[in-house]
């Protein structure tokens, strides 16, 4: 009970990037720039399937769902982040806070992985069966598939989360990273975190692979699908509604897997946070520049939109 006490009572700290109080200002303009883009981002792309009626199509509906998922995610760790780059490091956050971010951030992110699967299935549906779409795809199955995303990723946060924080917190306080994230939390544990580690990998890999092999299945088929289209016009016109969704794709695995699924042995807290600054704050600007980029419909929406004000 004495050491429950304690541990509660710990609050940790995070490692300033730099020593150099300049630096760090100039960080902190770099993060707010792109979390305020993010933000406005995102944001616009959710107003944008909202308000336009011929956007009301399954593939849209999903669009908009993971954009205000990328709000959420990319505001679960912005906040604090900032505050710590101009306190060089010194904004306290409690043991409770530091959980809740990590809930939040793990259970937004696993929702995020599925729903990029579920966003495959839409295309392969689309391409594949596109005269029995509208049958599939309908709105009630539209609204399961994205529940079905949040309560997965509910399901992984909260065991991983309390497995974390069940571990005694002793002397060292100082984060490594500029978020909660799970492996830089675990090694400031003063008890053997071998089961903990085990955990999170065996949970990173399902979390990431099956969804990622959905994926890469429903793209074999598509590619078949898209070759068989005689006309170049008709070819170009699928592959340009799944390439955005495909870079998306390789930028959030990708990075995910690097620090999730590489060996704890070669964990590097300094790679950690610069990988970490993309998923977290590079991806959501993307997600939103490349589908609006990439996508005639979008662009189109944005251009009528415009021309109102």
Not at 39 to 53: C, K, R
Not at 141 to 161: Q, Y
Not at 190 to 205: E, G, P
Request: positive net charge.
């Amino acid at each position: 009970m004495e050491e429950i006490n304690k541990t509660a009572k710990i609050q940790f700290f995070f490692h300033p990037f730099s020593a150099d109080p300049k630096i760090q200002v100039g960080i902190f303009v770099v993060f707010l720039v792109m979390y305020l883009t993010s933000l406005s981002g995102n944001t616009t792309v959710a107003v944008l399937v909202q308000i336009n009626h011929s956007l009301h199509i399954p593939m849209y509906f999903f669009l908009a769902n993971l954009a205000v998922l990328e709000i959420f995610y990319t505001s679960a760790i912005a906040p604090l982040a900032l505050a710590n780059l101009l306190s060089m490091g010194k904004t306290p956050v409690s043991i409770l806070g530091c959980g809740t971010q990590m809930f939040f951030f793990v259970f937004l992110g696993g929702a995020d992985c599925v729903l990029l699967a579920v966003m495959a299935y839409d295309r392969f549906v689309a391409i594949c069966h596109p005269l029995r779409y509208t049958r599939i795809m309908s709105w009630p199955l539209c609204v399961e598939l994205m529940v079905g995303s949040l309560v997965l990723g509910f399901l992984l946060s909260l065991p991983l989360t309390i497995l974390i924080f069940h571990l005694p917190f002793c002397n060292n306080n100082e984060i490594y990273h500029f978020y909660c994230d799970m492996p830089a939390v675990m090694r400031l544990a003063c008890a053997d975190t071998h089961v903990h580690k085990t955990a999170l990998y065996i949970i990173s890999f399902i979390v990431l692979s099956i969804p990622l092999s959905l994926i890469f299945i429903s793209y074999v088929f598509i590619m078949a699908a898209i070759l068989r289209i005689r006309s170049a016009e008709g070819r170009h016109r699928a592959f340009s509604t799944c390439s955005s969704h495909i870079l998306v794709v390789l930028l959030q695995y990708g990075c995910t897997s690097f620090i999730y699924l590489s060996p704890s042995s070669s964990y590097s807290p300094e790679m950690g946070q610069v990988v970490s600054v993309v998923y977290t704050f590079i991806t959501p600007i993307l997600n939103p520049l490349i589908y609006s980029i990439r996508n005639k419909e979008l662009k189109d929406a944005l251009r009528r939109a415009l021309k109102k004000f």
